[in-house]
């Protein structure tokens, strides 16, 4: 069974800084590209960054771009999203998600691009 958690979510100011990790479990984790996306209630989620198993190739939302950076750690089966200079806008549940092989396609940010979801973690970024 794949399970998929997310943790590091928080209460932040504006321009500080959080970071989130995302621990996988269940599947062969070097073989699966990974996706963070975030979604405010009553709103489409929205997909922020992927990178591939192999860690080499990222993309990103322009709404993020520049300010979060996407890694991971293959021998711990574990993603991380460092988040810096956060807006108010950055306020959402996140949620870490796995997909079948290495690459991270222009439908990165697609939900129905992933396979394995967890149940998402909230930041709220206070202004």
């Known amino acids: 069974q794949v399970q998929v958690v997310e943790s590091g979510g928080g209460l932040v100011q504006e321009g500080g800084s959080l970071n989130l990790s995302c621990t996988v479990s269940?599947?062969?984790?070097?073989?699966?590209?990974m996706g963070w996306f975030r979604q405010v209630s009553g709103k489409e989620r929205e997909g922020i960054s992927c990178?591939?198993?192999?860690?080499?190739?990222?993309r990103y939302a322009n709404s993020v771009k520049g300010r979060f950076t996407i890694s991971r750690d293959n021998a711990k089966n574990t993603m991380y999203l460092r988040m810096e200079n956060l807006e108010a806008e950055d306020t959402a549940i996140y949620y870490c998600?796995?997909?079948?092989?290495?690459?991270?396609?222009?439908?990165?940010?697609?939900?129905?691009?992933?396979?394995?979801w967890g149940q998402g973690t909230q930041v709220t970024v206070s202004s």
């Open positions: 998600a796995a997909r079948s092989g290495d690459y991270c396609g222009p439908d990165f940010a697609r939900p129905t691009s992933f396979t394995y």
């Open positions: 269940g599947l062969t984790f070097n073989k699966h590209a």
């Open positions: 990178i591939s198993w192999s860690g080499t190739s990222f």
